[in-house]
DNA sequence: TTGTATAATGTAATGCATTACATTCAAGCA
DNA sequence: TGCTTGAATGTAATGCATTACATTATACAA
């Protein structure tokens, strides 16, 4: 590989005004600069990045932490993400931590050594001090997105969970449906605590009567939403929801498997409400009403954030998107014997 | 950050000991080997990579290029392949092509500045020359997984395409379809006319005809399989297919759909066979009968193949992997009013 | 014309780990 | 005891781009 000295030497020059005719065209000739350019043309250079980040200390590399690659959620954030930063010159490095806290560690410890310049966590899955303590000692540059730690101000993007919670249970209501049950996330995740929080305030409002046995936690993931469904679905039939908002759109699938083992009908009999609007939401049977977030652009809000972070400059703390609920084909009127609508 | 300096000073030797003492601690005396470690650990010490790579000439990253980080088909590849890079004490850097042409050129950029060292090719959708040009050039150690460019020989990861299609076809035949359709990912994929060819060679081992219109390409996603199946389903019923094999699962669920929206029952009316196992094919209604392929496996082999060819070790070109045949609910004996299954 | 300010370019130090080569030291042998 | 040999360690060059500082060239003013 021909390095710099090459093409200062094609170029008849000093390497110094090779690199400022690559870094700071200004201060170089007009004639300089196109004698460089043929020479780097001529010898076919390009600059060995390690030298580079080693001189400069950094790496122009940008961790992406995320609990599961096999997640479709994260595809289209992951999308946004990639376009901000191969735009300004980053590159992303994805990092799945597949809920195993050594991997994170080994993402972390990037940084301090230069090969990262920055993280963006799109999971709270990980042990708070590895956080924590790079933030306070070394001051990482650090962003969240979708998730958040409540014990920490860290500059986040997000949507407002509390309330597309309470859209979706508003939604439930407005269709007759008394008994609203809902399947969360893990719930040493805030964000399905702020659900769950908004699911309840607005069944509060709405002087609907909560069952304990309503509220189950599951995993994200199909297999939870089936299983935890299967539950929900044998309860007594004055007991059982007419209705379930689930925290995603996998889990809301499984629900709808397990109610077709148990010749629940939805819509009919049963309306489902999922979380995320992934594609697969268009296609299942019978489509699925969704509550759904700007993926791409909270993807892009957090890549840019991050790189404000780093440009020192000044950065909000939080970055709030908006949801939509996307009304499809699994919800209807609440089947007929329910109790009567509000007065 | 503390400097390998730093070390020495508090291990009381020189620098070179110090980095014997990690790269070849045989090399150095017990004692002084344990006087390193407590230093490294006093001091707070973690080599800078950025030095260590432009010493080395190499950067301990694998490029893994895919057309598409959305696709769930690849995240189990992509776990394999991480675990057994991770293991060996390699980074993956994982590039979405997007069948953007310019994406794959800036990923290739990174093997002759030494930014990685190896590349995986999950997709044949890029440049030939991008290839050719490279792998002839510089010897750049290249592996690719799934699909393979038919014009080169390179080491390869892959599933018997044209059994897999044969064994397929030969499982809707055996329930007595004769009308056959089948919907490819796109043409200018070698493993996709790999499959028709299988079709088709089956077909007519089976002594089935088939109609020139029951071949339609699809490119993968959900969206394609739903349009070509509008288009099978609208055939005159003479010449409808009982039953149509897809090239990815979730062209089969957008057929499912079309089917549904044409009010065609699956299975007893039709018959649908993907390919892929994703996550989702045992959640969709009804639960798809597919061609799984061992994915995590292939993300494994390709990636001991490829750490193989940077150790210069002889390596296989051709690895071949089993598939199964997954039957699950899409599928059926043929509709009753179908031609009388052959003498 | 000489001096000064400014732009353009060059020289050389720097970042950090690795490693060829040089040196030291101790063990083993005659 | 003196010499050989090999292990252990040290010295210093190396990889490549960047940049502070030094030097030269150019333009303009006095």
Redesign the pocket.
């Known amino acids: ?1 021909p ?3 090459d093409v ?1 030497l094609a170029a ?9 005719a ?2 700071n065209p ?4 007009e ?2 600069r196109k004698r460089v350019a043929s020479a780097i043309a001529k010898v076919g ?4 990045l ?3 980040n ?4 950094e790496s122009r590399t940008i961790v992406v932490l995320l609990p599961d690659i096999a997640n479709p959620f994260f595809s289209e954030i992951i999308a946004g993400l990639e376009d901000v930063a191969h735009r300004e010159g980053y590159r992303v490095l994805l990092g799945d931590c597949e809920h195993d806290t050594g991997r994170a560690q080994a993402y972390f410890d990037l940084l301090p050594t230069n090969q990262a310049d920055g993280i963006i966590l799109l999971t709270a899955e990980i042990p708070l001090a590895l956080v924590t303590q790079q933030a306070r000692g070394s001051q990482i540059p650090l962003v969240m997105a979708c998730e958040y730690f409540d014990q920490l101000t860290l500059p986040t993007v997000r949507i407002d969970n509390p309330l597309a919670a309470a859209r979706a249970v508003e939604y439930l209501s407005s269709l007759g449906h008394r008994r609203i049950a809902t399947i969360t996330g893990p719930m040493q995740n805030p964000i399905c605590i702020d659900r769950v929080k908004g699911y309840r305030s607005e069944m509060a409002r709405q002087n609907l009567p909560v069952n304990s046995r309503w509220v189950v936690e599951g995993d994200f993931g199909f297999l939870s939403g089936y299983q935890q469904g299967q539950g929900l679905l044998a309860m007594p039939s004055e007991e059982r929801p007419s209705a379930i908002f689930c925290h995603s759109d996998e889990m809301a699938i499984g629900l709808m498997k397990a109610a077709r083992d148990a010749s629940i009908r939805v819509p009919e009999d049963l309306s489902v409400i999922g979380f995320d609007n992934i594609g697969l939401s268009e296609y299942c049977q019978p489509e699925l009403t969704t509550v759904s977030q700007p993926r791409d652009e909270i993807g892009r809000c957090a890549m840019r954030l991050l790189l404000d972070v780093l440009r020192k400059k000044q950065v909000p703390h939080q970055q709030v998107l908006s949801t939509q609920l996307i009304v499809r084909a699994s919800t209807a009127p609440a089947p007929a014997p329910a109790p009567a609508p509000r007065a």
């Not at 008849?12 to 400022?20: E, F, G, H, K, L």
């Not at 250079?45 to 060995?48: A, E, I, K, Q, T």
């Not at 080693?54 to 200390?57: A, E, G, V």
């Open positions: 590989m390095t710099i000295k200062a008849d020059c000093s390497t110094a005004t090779v690199s400022r690559l870094a200004e201060k170089v000739t004639a300089t250079y390009s600059p060995n390690a030298a580079r080693l001189r400069r200390s």
